[in-house]
C-alpha cells in the first residue's frame, strides 16, 4: 500500500542515538538514526547480529531509555516522557511482540489476548470478538483455554502477536515475530500481518529473512547502529509474492 501523509507521521526520530555502558566501556548500540514511518506503512528493519535493530525498537516502545535525540509517536514527542507516561502512550497507541512475551501466566490464553482491549476500554462483546478472530486466523482457537505455561515457545509468540494486535494499535512493533516458527505458522503470522496492513495497520518490524521483509512496503538496513539503506520494496513484486514465495528487494 502506498501511503499518501496525512497528519503527522505515526513514529518519527531525529538523530536518535543509544550508548550502553557496560562495566565502564561504551557501547554505541545505535548511532544517530533518523527514521521516518508514515501512518499506515509497512517498514522491516534488516541487519546483521549486533546492528543495533532491538536496541532501536526497545527505544521506539519506550522500553530503554535513549543516550540523546528525539522520539516523536503521532506528533508527540516521547522521549521525554516520564516512565508512567510511557506505560499510558504504550497502553494507548503501542502494540508489541518481541522476543520474551510477557504472557500472563495464571490468565488462559483467551484472557491474554483479550486484555489489552478491556483495558483499553472495549466493551467485553467487543473484546471476545477481537480475540476470536485473531486467535482463529493464527491457527489458535483450541488453545483459547490454556495456561501459556503449557503452549510451545511457537504458540507463545502467536498468542503475543495476537495481544498485540487485541487494541488496534496506532503502531505495531515487532522484533522477529516468526523468529521461532516453523514455515506453516510463519506463513499464518504474515498473512495476518499482511491483512491487519491492508486494513490501515502501522508495522515496524525486525526481521532477518527477506521473504518476511518482501510483506512490507519499505525496508530499513541497519550497519553498526546507523541506517545505510531504506528503500521501498517494489510494489510488482509485492503484488506477486506470497508467504512462501522469494522476493527481491530494491533501492
Ligand atoms: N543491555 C545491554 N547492555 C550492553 N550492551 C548491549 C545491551 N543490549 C544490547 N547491547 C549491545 O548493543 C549492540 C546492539 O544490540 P541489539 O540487541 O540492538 O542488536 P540486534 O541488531 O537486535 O541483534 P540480533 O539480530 O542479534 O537480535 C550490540 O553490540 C549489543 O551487544
Ligand atoms: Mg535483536
Given at each position: 500500500m502506498t501511503t499518501a501523509p496525512?497528519?503527522?507521521?505515526?513514529l518519527q526520530t531525529v538523530n536518535l542515538v543509544k550508548i550502553y555502558q557496560t562495566g565502564g566501556l561504551p557501547v554505541?548500540?545505535?548511532?544517530g538514526v533518523d527514521l521516518r514511518v508514515e501512518r499506515g506503512e509497512f517498514v522491516a528493519i534488516m541487519g546483521p547480529s549486533g546492528s543495533g535493530k532491538s536496541t532501536l525498537v526497545h527505544m521506539l516502545g519506550g522500553l530503554d531509555t535513549r543516550t540523546s535525540g528525539e522520539i516523536w509517536i503521532d506528533g508527540r514527542r516521547a522521549d521525554t516522557l516520564s516512565e508512567s507516561a510511557w506505560a499510558i502512550l504504550r497502553r494507548q497507541k503501542i502494540g508489541f511482540v518481541f522476543?520474551?512475551?510477557?504472557?500472563?501466566?495464571?490468565?488462559?490464553v483467551a484472557d491474554n489476548v483479550e486484555l489489552p482491549a478491556l483495558l483499553s476500554g472495549a466493551s467485553p462483546k467487543h473484546a471476545r470478538e477481537r480475540r476470536e478472530y485473531l486467535l482463529g486466523e493464527l491457527n489458535l482457537t483450541d488453545k483459547a483455554?490454556?495456561?501459556?505455561?503449557?503452549?510451545?515457545g511457537g504458540e507463545q509468540q502467536r498468542v503475543a502477536l495476537a495481544r498485540a494486535l487485541a487494541n488496534q494499535p496506532q503502531v505495531l512493533l515487532a522484533d522477529?515475530?516468526?523468529?521461532?516458527?516453523?514455515s506453516r505458522n510463519t506463513r499464518d503470522v504474515l498473512r495476518l500481518l499482511g491483512q491487519v496492513h491492508r486494513q490501515g495497520q502501522t508495522i515496524v518490524m525486525v526481521t532477518h529473512e527477506a521473504r518476511v521483509a518482501g510483506l512490507a512496503d519499505r525496508v530499513v538496513t541497519l550497519l553498526d547502529g546507523q541506517i545505510v539503506d531504506d528503500g521501498a520494496v517494489a510494489p510488482a513484486r509485492r503484488r506477486k509474492q506470497g508467504p512462501g514465495d522469494v522476493v527481491e528487494l530494491h533501492g
Amino acid at each position: 500500500m502506498t501511503t499518501a501523509p496525512s497528519g503527522p507521521p505515526a513514529l518519527q526520530t531525529v538523530n536518535l542515538v543509544k550508548i550502553y555502558q557496560t562495566g565502564g566501556l561504551p557501547v554505541p548500540a545505535v548511532r544517530g538514526v533518523d527514521l521516518r514511518v508514515e501512518r499506515g506503512e509497512f517498514v522491516a528493519i534488516m541487519g546483521p547480529s549486533g546492528s543495533g535493530k532491538s536496541t532501536l525498537v526497545h527505544m521506539l516502545g519506550g522500553l530503554d531509555t535513549r543516550t540523546s535525540g528525539e522520539i516523536w509517536i503521532d506528533g508527540r514527542r516521547a522521549d521525554t516522557l516520564s516512565e508512567s507516561a510511557w506505560a499510558i502512550l504504550r497502553r494507548q497507541k503501542i502494540g508489541f511482540v518481541f522476543q520474551f512475551f510477557n504472557l500472563v501466566g495464571n490468565m488462559t490464553v483467551a484472557d491474554n489476548v483479550e486484555l489489552p482491549a478491556l483495558l483499553s476500554g472495549a466493551s467485553p462483546k467487543h473484546a471476545r470478538e477481537r480475540r476470536e478472530y485473531l486467535l482463529g486466523e493464527l491457527n489458535l482457537t483450541d488453545k483459547a483455554d490454556e495456561a501459556p505455561g503449557r503452549l510451545s515457545g511457537g504458540e507463545q509468540q502467536r498468542v503475543a502477536l495476537a495481544r498485540a494486535l487485541a487494541n488496534q494499535p496506532q503502531v505495531l512493533l515487532a522484533d522477529e515475530p516468526t523468529g521461532n516458527l516453523d514455515s506453516r505458522n510463519t506463513r499464518d503470522v504474515l498473512r495476518l500481518l499482511g491483512q491487519v496492513h491492508r486494513q490501515g495497520q502501522t508495522i515496524v518490524m525486525v526481521t532477518h529473512e527477506a521473504r518476511v521483509a518482501g510483506l512490507a512496503d519499505r525496508v530499513v538496513t541497519l550497519l553498526d547502529g546507523q541506517i545505510v539503506d531504506d528503500g521501498a520494496v517494489a510494489p510488482a513484486r509485492r503484488r506477486k509474492q506470497g508467504p512462501g514465495d522469494v522476493v527481491e528487494l530494491h533501492g
